[in-house]
């Protein structure tokens, strides 16, 4: 399968490598790098160099074939000076000394072990770093500090939502969301969205999108949500954000990821006997719980948002982030999870369908498994 890389245009449409091992392929091996690079540089709040290195990332994961010098990848675009001197030593030593460095560093690991936590972010980390605390024990032992409930509920399912979850586990509790939702509203629409929309086999969550067919229908849909599953005795952690959506705003690119649909973050019980091809089997040798806790996320936006919200909760992120920075460099178009407006003619575009959306950007649509950049 082709990869097209649209340099001029800056979108690059990446398809996912599959299975390929990791140490046997150059450019799988140095996007590793790039990743850990682009975490490191998050830790030290170099935004800068953090995208170029998620960039580069990007580039390198959508190359189809191995890479045996450098000249090989002139000419394809994100791969800077930084990202090619990993390139280099790699070449040259079979690994990189720079990147081996971070790996050991005592800060890294204590950030990314932190930050693996749910509810806890790289300010939190470096707080408990700078207090002297390194282990996750550590942190559960140390009487002067304070967890918030969201970070109580990430160390109570630590060993549960760090595992991946499977695409039968994905299955299954689209069953469970769908038929809650439609027990509350059967006209509702429901989509998955997220990493399972665009084909990944594992995740770290499951994520869905509803709506309702009429404008406002949609205000305390999620609450009715969470209390049926609530009654379902199967919630076990919810963070609830009410909308805080203003018409008014123009769509903004400094949101990132951000919008302001009403949403919520939940931990799910997830039945084993539920999920398809595992009846029988235990998930976790040693576990016999019967049960797994899984990440759930939802969003419910108004209708005439919808398409603009599956568009940017589909992702992947860095996909969101190169079709923003398309519409606004070659375009003059402010894009984001609401809206796509239009600076020349001074007004948003409308789309029901994330057809509309690629067509006003002037743009090939691109099938959510194309977007796994
Ligand atoms: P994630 O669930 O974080 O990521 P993912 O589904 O691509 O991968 P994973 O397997 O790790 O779960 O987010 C899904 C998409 O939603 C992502 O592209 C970014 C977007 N998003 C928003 O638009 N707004 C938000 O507030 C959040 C949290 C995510
Ligand atoms: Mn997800
Ligand atoms: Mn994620
Ligand atoms: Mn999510």
Redesign the pocket.
């Known amino acids: 399968r082709p990869v097209r890389v649209e340099t001029r245009h800056c979108i690059q449409v990446r398809e996912p490598v599959v299975r390929v091992s990791v140490c046997g392929h150059l450019p799988l091996c140095v996007c590793v790098c790039a990743c850990e690079l682009a975490e490191s540089s998050e830790f030290n709040e170099s935004k800068g160099p953090c995208l170029a290195f998620r960039q580069a990332a990007s580039v390198l994961k959508s190359l189809p074939s191995a890479v045996h010098c450098l000249e090989a990848i002139q000419g394809l675009p994100c791969l800077g000076e930084n990202t090619k001197a990993v390139m280099e030593e790699i070449l040259t030593f079979g690994r990189s000394f720079k990147v081996e460095e971070i790996r050991c560093d005592e800060r890294y690991q204590a950030l990314k072990l932190f930050t693996s936590v749910f509810g806890v972010g790289p300010k939190t980390a470096e707080k408990w770093y700078r207090r002297g605390l390194r282990s996750l024990q550590e942190i559960l032992t140390e009487p002067n500090i304070q967890l918030n409930r969201m970070q109580r509920a990430g160390f109570l399912y630590y060993s549960d939502i760090s595992k991946a979850v499977s695409k039968a586990e994905a299955k299954a509790l689209g069953c469970i969301i769908e038929e809650t939702v439609h027990w509350i509203a059967p006209d509702a629409t429901l989509a998955l969205?997220?990493?399972f929309r665009r084909g990944?086999e594992y995740?770290?969550?499951v994520?869905f999108l509803l709506t309702m067919p009429e404008m406002g229908k949609e205000e305390g849909l999620l609450l009715h949500v969470i209390d049926r599953l609530k009654d379902q005795g199967i919630l076990l952690y919810c963070e609830y954000q009410g909308s805080t959506f203003d018409v008014s705003k123009l769509p903004s690119c400094r949101f990132e990821?951000?919008?302001c649909f009403q949403k919520c973050f939940l931990i799910l019980r997830l039945e084993q006997g539920q999920v398809e091809g595992e009846r029988g089997l235990q998930m976790d040798p040693g576990d016999s719980r019967g049960w797994r806790a899984v990440r759930v996320?939802l969003v419910a936006p108004p209708v005439d948002c919808y398409a603009f919200a599956l568009l940017?909760?589909?992702?992947?992120?860095q996909f969101?982030r190169d079709l923003r920075t398309f519409a606004q460099k070659e375009r003059q178009m402010l894009l984001d999870?609401h809206a796509l407006y239009d600076k020349t003619k001074k007004l948003c575009l409308l789309a029901t369908t994330e057809e509309d959306i690629f067509a006003h950007l002037g743009l090939e649509y691109v099938e959510p498994w194309q977007r796994n950049a």
């Open positions: 969205t997220g990493g990944k995740g770290h969550d994520d990821d951000m919008d996320d940017g909760w589909t992702g992947s992120r969101g999870n």
